[in-house]
């Protein structure tokens, strides 16, 4: 379990297959070891060989491939990481799962004073969880809902966020992972029954 309060920043150094490595300052990865979660933008993975001092590997299944947009990252991109949530650790976000739930693109991001704000556009079939002033995770990041449309939402970033998340790298056009909150989902399913 996460909390979507991105702590580092990482690097892909190496795509080879299923297996993606990365680089991490040293701060990160010396709390790593074989068989931790780690949360890529937003995906739990688990670190499968020995890190080094300074980079770590997961590997990505298929079904996770099919699901991201981990299989679009390109050599030099730079991604979110977090460490799982512990006792002692504040809940400064919300529970994030790093079960992602699929992908949205980027539409437009404009400028209002000392924030910025992210409209994508996503699947209709995962917007019934998304509610104005509810959370969302957008690539690993909780962040508050401003706008739930049918087709689109948008969440508002402020400076700190943009400038220590992987956010500020981002382009019209390009895909982020989407977590929806948890308690919608469960919500949903005992209504049904």
């Excluded at 080094?52 to 990252?73: G, Q, W």
């Excluded at 006792?87 to 529970?95: D, E, N, V």
Aim: proline share 3%; aromatic share 8%.
């Amino acid at each position: 379990m996460f909390t979507g309060i991105i702590t580092h920043l990482g690097k892909l150094y190496s795509s080879n297959g299923s297996v993606l490595a990365f680089n991490a300052e040293q701060s990160f990865c010396k709390k790593l070891k074989i068989g931790t979660s780690v949360a890529i933008n937003g995906v739990c993975l688990t670190i499968f060989k020995k890190p080094t001092k300074d980079s770590f590997s997961v590997e990505v299944m298929p079904e996770t491939r099919k699901k991201t947009m981990l299989a679009y990252l390109k050599v030099n991109d730079i991604v979110n990481l977090e460490l799982p949530l512990t006792p002692q650790a504040f809940l400064s976000g919300h529970i994030v799962q790093g079960h992602v739930d699929g992908v949205a693109k980027l539409l437009s991001i404009t400028k209002q004073k000392n924030s910025f704000i992210l409209k994508f556009s996503l699947p209709s079939r995962l917007t019934r969880y998304i509610a104005e002033k509810g959370s969302i995770t957008v690539n690993g990041i909780s962040l508050t809902v401003i706008e739930a449309g049918k087709t689109h939402f948008t969440v508002g970033i402020i400076t700190y966020t943009w400038n220590n998340t992987m956010l500020n790298t981002l382009k019209t056009g390009d895909l982020v992972n989407i977590e929806t909150d948890i308690l919608a989902k469960y919500t949903e399913r005992l209504l049904k029954q």
